[in-house]
T-cell receptor
Framework: GQNIDQPTEMTATEGAIVQINCTYQ??????LFWYQQHAGEAPTFLSY????GLEEKGRFSSFLSRSKGYSYLLLKELQMKDSASYLC??????????????FGRGTQLTVWP | DTAVSQTPKYLVTQMGNDKSIKCEQN?????MYWYKQDSKKFLKIMFS???????INETVPNRFSPKSPDKAHLNLHINSLELGDSAVYFC??????????????FGQGTRLTVV
């Protein structure tokens, strides 16, 4: 089975830094994705990690440790528009699983002024 | 241009009816998916499909069936709708085989309400 855990909710203030953690236990691993989803909208891609280490992309960074089954998404210089749900997803890509994404339940981030 | 588009955006129907949701992608991707997002916002894979293989999540009732007329389309047909089918259904696509692999791109979602 696939098990992906992340906190349900987080809050932070504008201009701050927030780290959203994700732990996973999956059968097969071919990368970890972070998606952002605003209310009533589709998930949009933020970052991808397949090797250990940090990937930086503007205000957003994502880290992966495969041995620990752990990732985090770091958001810097928070803005009000960053209020959204952040979804951690693992791609299982072994045998017949056809590269599907398995999602965590999402972390609802609220940014206060 | 919309990369992954699904219709309709909203669908309200009565229990017992049969309905379809259409999905088209113009990204040239080889793999398409259907996801269900429940009231608690949990996004769960239903189907993965390319021209060679269909993978069905074992928890999906057989009232749900994907239909693919060609590699750019993956429609979702639902028979005998039940109240518990109410959710937002997302179509997605990605490139999994030949060429550069990509992340999954999602359609805007179809909010299905069964009354």
């Amino acid at each position: 089975g696939q098990n992906i855990d992340q906190p349900t909710e987080m809050t932070a203030t504008e201009g701050a830094i927030v780290q959203i953690n994700c732990t996973y236990q999956t059968s097969g691993f071919n990368g970890l994705f972070w998606y952002q989803q605003h209310a009533g909208e589709a998930p949009t891609f933020l970052s991808y990690n397949v090797l250990d280490g940090l990937e930086e992309k503007g205000r957003f960074s994502s880290f992966l440790s495969r041995s620990k089954g752990y990732s985090y998404l770091l958001l810097k210089e928070l803005q009000m528009k960053d209020s959204a749900s952040y979804l951690c997803a693992v791609k299982a890509d072994r045998g017949s699983t056809l590269g599907r994404l398995y999602f965590g339940r999402g972390t609802q981030l609220t940014v206060w002024p | 241009d919309t990369a992954v588009s699904q219709t309709p955006k909203y669908l309200v129907t009565q229990m017992g009816n049969d309905k379809s949701i259409k999905c088209e992608q113009n990204l040239g991707h080889d793999t398409m998916y259907w996801y269900k997002q429940d009231s608690k916002k949990f996004l769960k894979i239903m189907f993965s499909y390319n021209n060679k293989e269909l993978i069905i999540n074992e928890t999906v009732p057989n009232r749900f069936s994907p239909k693919s007329p060609d590699k750019a389309h993956l429609n979702l047909h639902i028979n005998s709708l039940e109240l518990g089918d109410s959710a937002v259904y997302f179509c997605a696509s990605s490139q999994e085989y030949r060429g550069r692999r990509t992340e999954a791109f999602f359609g805007q979602g179809t909010r299905l309400t069964v009354v």
